[in-house]
């Protein structure tokens, strides 16, 4: 009975362990993304603010490539560390 006990509590702890992990990469990628919003949020307040002037001049082309390439970084910098969370996240798994 004492070593079915040991086996169950062992067994259990591993299944803590696991998900412990899995929640901590959960707020690691939470943080990344909050991080990564602000800072594309930050460029583009930078840029409404630096740029009204080539917008009253009728630069709206430039304006909104410089909106768009944010746009774009944002986009990928998202994609890339939501594969990596992916990738973590699959190898925090246990293999059975």
């Not at 917008?55 to 082309?61: C, H, I, Q, R, T």
């Not at 909104?64 to 798994?93: N, P």
Request: include cysteine.
């Amino acid at each position: 009975m004492q070593e079915a006990n040991e086996d169950l509590r062992a067994r259990l702890q591993a299944n803590l362990d696991v998900a412990a992990g899995l929640c901590r990469l959960g707020f690691t990628y939470g943080e990344q993304v909050t991080t990564l919003t602000t800072e594309t949020m930050q460029k583009w307040v930078h840029q409404a603010d630096h740029d009204p002037k080539a917008l009253l001049l009728g630069d709206v082309a430039g304006f909104t490539a410089a909106s768009g390439r944010i746009a774009v970084d944002h986009w990928s910098a998202l994609l890339s560390c939501t594969l990596e969370f992916q990738k973590a996240f699959l190898a925090a798994l246990p293999k059975r």
